[in-house]
């Protein structure tokens, strides 16, 4: 499950899930739905990411930015994230393909995820929440 939030100049993106890492994948697919439908994308070519930061709210935008470099390097939107988390180590799997903009209807580029209303933390229900802004 995941949200945009509302910001007067950039998007706010919200991940949510039972652990921190499906919150962090989550988050991944509100950034991607910012840049086109991740029901238009299909999972076809899988990349490795990995990232590191003891801080886990700064791994949270490292792990963004991380998402959006192989994007813009590889031309690829990504609709399928399996992320795992050890202490401050990240590693995921993503699926995707190449941007195809007779398939793919664009939307905004996100440039950043930034650290203004940068939050990861268990809400009142116990489920994980990963939010920030991203740059557009």
Known sequence: MWEHFSHPADVGIRGFGATRQEAFAEAA?????IVCSPGEIRPVEA????CQNEDGELLFVDWLNALLCEM???KMVFSRFDVEIDGGRLQAQVWGEVFDTARHQAGTEVKAATYHQLKVYKDNAGRWVAQCVVDV
């Open 29 to 33: 697919v509100a950034m991607t739905a």
């Open 47 to 50: 990349v490795k990411i990995s």
């Open 72 to 74: 813009a390097v590889r």
